[in-house]
């Protein structure tokens, strides 16, 4: 039982003649494979690797490399916080307090009850003159304020409440599957 | 070779002439200044990543530079002492050393540490480093002969660049970005790699340590000597490092017609047998402990005038020494004795000029036929590898499986059915990369491990390597195949049949032929085929032993003892002539050194033997002193 | 972000700017768009186009300042295999926002400006690095590219002719050091994006080991207009030696922050005060980052500072990528500079040692200051940290931006660490947050 999908396998398979060179295609493809399970497996990785004709260790340096590929699991809609100066300045901080309050999660990456969602604070954005900023769901949301936190998180939990996503519900009463700890390295700043 | 431009440097005074793209370190070299470095390695793709070649370099900003990433030009001045250079290169060293756990007193490489060395020698006299490092889990093992200790590592990323580079693989790798970046084998699994080992003499520091050695001794209380691996029939110069009469360690000594500094997982870690105390130290006759005298009486009327009834097992790390004896006693008392070498091909002795092994670095095409060669000539393999990547050589494999050489994307693997393979090598001629190589064709040639058929795949390779100019290597397996080739010690026989055996070193592959009566065994460790052996003598380990190897290209290598033969052990030459008395052959030699003189004379290709070169080359000085801020 | 917030309808970039669907091809063409590159593959040599390039005066607007039509030259004319032209669009400058704004608003300005400047280096592909959280600006390329290749701009026979012509995109996964040009090769190419040493330099063995030129996304939208208008046109804007308009991204204390093109020369004063709207009532401008974090900062009493370049460069700090931090006087400058140091190393791609370890050692001692546990000794550590950050101590420019953070704010502020350090207050922000 691989952890990809066959389809998308013949789909990382056929990414390197797209390229100059096979190489080139490792992080498509890992945006592919995070695309469809959320977060980067040691499974999935070697999956690619194979794929990809490339030792799977090759493949775990790249993906350990850069921040948005994720090594451990995360909540379905992620708020990437950027606190970087500019949003600093125009209160970043209160952003992260009140997300945090608002999603029920103590600290960066952990996944809130509901398995929806989860936070990150990120570096710099690119979108200082609206700051504070987040990235939600492939989307900038801009000029935060603690009523606009409170109104994404709800929003969202409202469409999960009506459509069925296959995520644990919170009030789904079977006992939550133990969490799996980290095996090693968790990203950090500084 | 095309006229290389010669330029002027001046280095700290010196002048000094060297070719136009020398590295500024290496040109300092040239002078005897030695400019610090960790990312830097003369046999890796330079990096500038670590930063301690930092020196000062006019005409050019007025900034310290890396001296390993930039090339020499014409007029240029460099300063290693400059205030700026010797300041830049203590800040270097004092970041190094932030989170540096300074745990050198039990650190296997302290005393051989370049960060030691380098802090005395550049670092700031006082210390400013404050408050906690930075901490990891330690050590890590990364193999059962490797660990891994992430708090010593300065990541100069020498250990992931050959990995990539040399030997083609990537399960080391970096992980994690910034000051969180390690050092780690994929997924966390343990190293596989037939070239792991050499990441232990590359790393600068102690991160990474080998497991067989670790904590056994200080570098500076070992003895070492130079000496040769007798693993295969490479012939990679190795160090062996003594202490109390144990082997504790083998490390490669850089060779750069051979080895260029590399040996296999097996020449490095395959050592701790010498050291079993099981090991065989005195004869024995039917399991009662006696004299060698009696020993080797007892062996001589077992085997004496048996003719074609005799059976005798050879080792493949026999020496030209053991092999010149032991030929003697077969041209006389011995004739007619079926033999057979452990390990070896069935490829014939070379004829013709032959390819070197540093030729290989020069060859446009490079051909192999018939041979997995990073299991079979380790050292060769990589060879090839650098000249298809880093010198741009075609590669062109004949060879029924997946091999190694197909991790190169351009490979071209032509999988023949076992036993076609001359077939494959006929088609070749008109194969398009050997329609215009533009240099010279190497033609690498094995034996398939006997599914060919050596003789028919010799006579096609030496017709393709006639009709596009190539030339040969044969690829031998045995350590001193090819030294025993040349002295007429072939052992291709079989040994079904024979009613006395004379099994010396490892029992027979095929096991001990039921028709045998009688069974000498001569070996150094007890296994169980010498259960029912009639007698037991004690053999000398690869590192007790003096003598030489002939390479797999001819070259003649000296093996040195590292260890002292104590008796009752004896050295081999002396049990072979005395066995020769005993057969009634009188073999009289007063050390090695009078049979290395008459097997010089009596073969033109080991007349080498005549005069053992000095085993270490002279040291060069140092001129650049201790420079501290 | 459809909203344009800031724009003062400068003349060269923003030309069109606030017009509707700007990023259809259909607006694009109509208002005069991709004229400039029929132009040159109908009628120019490449020669021809890097002569005009050099006559407009224009410097890369990444941060380097190199003149683009130098740049483009160094691309060898003979070279046998692909040559390739790369934009950044990997902006991840603090501060720094106009390149997402240009490709949002305008992204055929920036695919006919690569069309043009593959062309002038005599190839036949470029490449954008984007960065992989900008996903509106990848999907307005995307389709505008998309746009381009149906029409026939792009493709085997671009504007009726035998010069193909072909972009494509490539989206980065988060790290900052892909703004430099050799780490982002090295990303392009799908491995750890560590800066190369050079040499060789990119333009001799770049992407994929054949010649490239890699330049900045404003820079390459610039470059239709200067084929349209003539280089001569473009270098009346601008000083004597810093030629042209460029956009600032001005962020942080202003009322009215927002992406502004001016002409090079105007003062922040000007931009801060008058474009932007300046401080907030009762505040007063204490501190700005002239071009992005990595530039040195000027106090507030340096307002009338030109925006000219090389002006810049003789205080020496520099425009850089023309990210413009305000910070007034109701923050700590102290906190500013430790946050700024988090971000130096967790964007250090770890390769040298002392920007690996140096930044981190310098947020550790951020860290001990802004939990009241600071001393003479944090001071003098700090001092020292800098400047082993600096001075070619490191392969590429990111441990020297961190060294100036610390360095030139202590230079303008060491009355704030001190009260930091030794008094253990701030009188700025009171209760100290810890960071």
Redesign the interface.
């Known amino acids: 039982m691989s952890a990809l999908s066959s389809h998308l396998l013949e789909e990382i398979k056929a990414l390197p003649a797209k390229y100059p060179q096979p190489r080139s295609a490792v992080m498509p493809a890992l945006d592919l494979a995070q695309e469809e399970l959320g977060h980067l497996t040691p499974e999935a990785m070697s999956e690619v690797a194979v794929a990809l004709q490339l030792d799977p260790g090759y493949v775990e340096g790249v993906a350990t490399f850069y921040t948005l590929f994720h090594l451990e699991p995360v909540g379905k809609h992620r708020f990437y916080v950027c606190t970087n100066l500019s949003c600093m300045l125009r209160g970043a901080e209160d952003v992260v307090d009140r997300l945090k309050a608002a999603i029920g999660v103590r600290e960066p990456g952990e996944v809130s009850k509901d398995g929806l969602f989860s936070y990150e604070e990120v570096e710099c954005l690119g979108a200082c003159e609206y700051a504070p900023v987040v990235r939600l769901d492939h989307r900038y949301e801009v000029d935060l304020t603690r009523g606009k936190i409170d109104s994404l998180v709800n929003d969202r939990r409202l469409v999960r409440s009506h459509v069925k996503t296959g995520v644990r519900s919170s009030l789904d009463t079977t006992p939550e599957p133990p969490r799996k700890k980290p095996v090693r390295r968790t990203k950090k700043s500084g | 070779m095309p006229d290389v431009k010669m330029v002027n440097v001046t280095i700290d005074g010196h002048v000094v002439t060297v070719p136009d793209g020398t590295l500024v370190v290496e040109a300092a070299k040239l002078v005897g200044i030695e400019i610090p470095v960790f990312c830097y390695h003369h046999k890796l793709d330079p990096v500038g990543a670590c930063r301690m070649c930092l020196v000062e370099i006019s005409p050019g900003p007025p900034v310290a530079q890396a001296g390993c990433i930039r090339p020499v030009a014409d007029g240029m001045v460099v300063k290693t002492q400059s205030a700026m250079a010797v300041q830049a290169r203590a800040d270097i060293l004092e970041f190094e050393l932030v989170n540096h756990p300074l745990d050198c007193p039990v650190c296997d490489k302290g005393g051989e540490c370049p960060l030691q060395d380098f802090t005395f020698r550049h670092g700031y006299p006082t210390s400013r480093i404050d408050g906690p490092r930075l901490h990891f889990q330690k050590p890590i093992p990364l193999s059962p002969n490797i660990a891994l200790d992430r708090e010593r590592c300065v990541l100069c990323y020498r250990c992931t660049r050959y990995y990539d580079e040399v030997a083609w693989e990537q399960e080391l790798t970096v992980a994690e970005r910034g000051v969180h970046s390690v050092i780690a084998s994929q997924f966390d699994q343990p190293l596989t790699s037939n070239f792991s080992g050499n990441i232990i003499d590359l790393c600068p520091v102690g991160a990474l340590t080998s497991r067989l050695w670790r904590f056994e001794s200080r570098p500076w209380d070992l003895h070492h000597t130079p000496s040769v691996c007798s693993k295969c029939a490479v012939g990679c110069n190795v160090t062996l490092w003594q202490r109390r009469g144990q082997l504790v360690r083998v490390t490669s000594r850089e060779n750069d017609d051979i080895d260029e500094g590399w040996i296999c997982d097996r020449g490095r870690f395959d050592y701790t047998d010498v050291n079993d105390p099981a090991r065989l130290r005195v004869p024995a006759v039917h399991g009662s402990k006696t004299t060698w005298a009696v020993a080797l009486n007892t062996v001589a009327d077992g085997i004496k005038g048996k003719g074609s009834k005799l059976g005798i097992s050879l080792p493949q790390d026999l020496t030209n020494e053991e092999a010149f004896l032991f030929r003697r006693l077969l041209d006389g008392p011995l004739r007619g004795a079926k033999v057979k070498m452990h390990g070896r091909t069935a490829l014939p002795a070379p004829s013709g000029e032959q390819l070197m092994i540093k030729d290989i670095d020069d060859a446009r095409v490079i051909i192999i036929v018939a041979s997995d060669t990073e299991n079979d000539v380790p050292i060769v393999n990589l060879r090839v590898k650098k000249a298809v990547s880093k010198r741009g050589a075609k590669l062109i494999v004949i060879h029924p499986d997946a091999v190694d050489l197909d991790r190169h994307r351009e490979t071209v693997h032509i999988r023949n059915q076992p036993g076609e393979a001359a077939a494959e090598v006929r088609k070749l001629a008109d194969h398009e990369l050997l329609h215009e190589p533009g240099g010279p064709v190497a033609i690498l040639y094995g034996d398939g491990r006997g599914s060919e058929d050596a003789a028919g795949l010799v006579a096609a390779c030496t017709e393709l390597a006639a009709k596009v100019g190539a030339k040969l290597m044969p690829l031998y397996r045995g350590t001193n195949e090819r030294g025993s080739l040349e002295l007429g010690v072939a052992g291709w026989d079989s040994l079904d049949g024979v009613e006395a055996l004379l099994s010396w070193g490892p029992p027979p592959t095929a096991g001990v032929p039921a028709s045998v009566k009688f069974h000498a065994v001569w070996d150094h460790l007890p296994r169980p085929e010498h259960q029912n052996a009639s007698v037991v003598l004690p053999a000398t380990s690869f590192a007790e032993r003096q003598g030489s190897y002939t390479n797999l290209e001819g070259r003649v290598q000296f093996l040195r003892p590292a260890v002292d033969a104590e008796a009752p052990l004896k050295e081999s030459w002396d049990v072979l002539c005395e066995l020769a008395a005993a057969l009634g052959l009188p073999l009289d030699y007063v050390g090695i050194f009078p049979i290395q003189r008459e097997a010089a004379k009596a073969f033109p290709a080991l007349a080498a033997l005549a005069q053992p070169p000095s085993p270490e080359p002279e040291p060069v000085p140092v001129l650049m002193g201790p420079a501290r801020p | 972000?459809a909203e344009q917030?800031?724009t003062v309808g400068g003349p060269v970039l923003t030309e069109w700017f606030g017009r509707a669907n700007l990023h259809k091809l259909e607006v694009y063409e109509k208002l005069g768009g991709y004229e400039g590159l029929r132009k040159v593959v109908t009628g120019m040599s490449a020669a021809q186009v890097i002569d005009e390039v050099k006559a407009s005066g224009l410097r890369g607007r990444g941060g380097a300042d190199f003149p683009t039509a130098t740049k483009w030259s160094f691309v060898p004319k003979d070279h046998p295999g692909?040559k390739y032209i790369v934009v950044n669009a990997d902006?991840?400058?603090?501060?720094?926002?106009k390149?997402?704004?240009l490709m949002e608003n305008s992204p055929h300005a920036l695919i006919e400006g690569a069309a043009i400047a593959t062309f002038a280096i005599g190839g036949h592909q470029a490449w954008i690095y984007i960065?992989?959280?900008?996903?509106?600006p990848y999907e307005k390329l995307r389709d505008a590219i998309a746009e381009a290749h149906a029409k026939g701009h792009l493709g085997d026979h671009p504007f009726g002719t035998d010069y193909p012509l072909d972009i494509r995109l490539?989206?980065?996964?988060?790290?900052?050091i892909c703004g430099e040009e050799t780490a982002l090769l090295e990303?392009?190419?799908?491995?750890?994006?560590?800066p190369r040493?050079?040499?060789p330099f990119p333009a001799i063995k770049g992407?994929?080991g054949?010649p490239t030129a890699v330049n900045n996304v404003e820079t390459l939208s610039t470059v239709p207009w200067i084929i349209r208008h003539g280089g001569a046109e473009y270098a009346k804007r601008g000083t004597e030696k810093a030629k042209g308009t460029r956009m600032v991204?001005?962020?942080?204390?202003v009322q009215k922050?927002?992406?502004y093109e001016i002409e090079i020369g105007v003062t922040y004063r000007h931009i801060i005060e008058e474009l932007a709207g300046g401080p907030f009532p009762g505040r007063k401008v204490k501190v700005f980052?002239p071009g992005g974090?990595s530039a040195k900062v000027l106090p507030g009493s340096m307002l009338d500072t030109s925006t000219d370049l090389d002006g810049l460069k003789a205080l020496g700090t520099m425009g850089g990528s023309g990210?413009i931090?305000v910070?007034d006087d109701s923050?700590c400058v102290v906190k500013?500079a430790a946050?700024?140091?988090?971000?130096y190393?967790?964007?250090?791609?770890?390769?040298?040692?002392?920007c690996?370890?140096?930044?981190?050692?310098a947020?550790?001692?951020y860290e001990?200051i802004l939990a009241n546990e600071g001393s003479q000794?944090e001071l003098?550590?700090l001092d020292?940290v800098q400047?082993?950050l600096?001075?070619?101590?490191?392969?590429c420019g990111l441990g020297d931006a961190a060294g100036w953070v610390i360095q030139s704010t202590m230079n303008h502020f060491r009355n704030e660490y001190e009260e930091h350090c030794l008094h253990h207050t701030c009188s700025v922000e009171g209760a100290l947050?810890h960071a």
């Open positions: 972000m917030r800031g692909p902006e991840s400058e603090p501060g720094s926002a390149d997402r704004y960065r992989g959280e900008y996903d509106l490539y989206r980065g996964h988060g790290a900052y990303s392009l190419e799908g491995k750890r994006a560590q040493s050079r040499p992407a994929w054949q991204t001005v962020s942080g204390d922050p927002g992406n980052w974090s990210g931090i910070m923050h500013g946050r700024l140091l988090r971000f190393a967790h964007e250090s791609c770890g390769k040298c040692t002392p690996r370890v140096g930044s981190n050692w947020v550790r001692t001990r000794i003098a550590l020292r400047q082993g600096q001075g070619g101590r490191c392969l947050i």
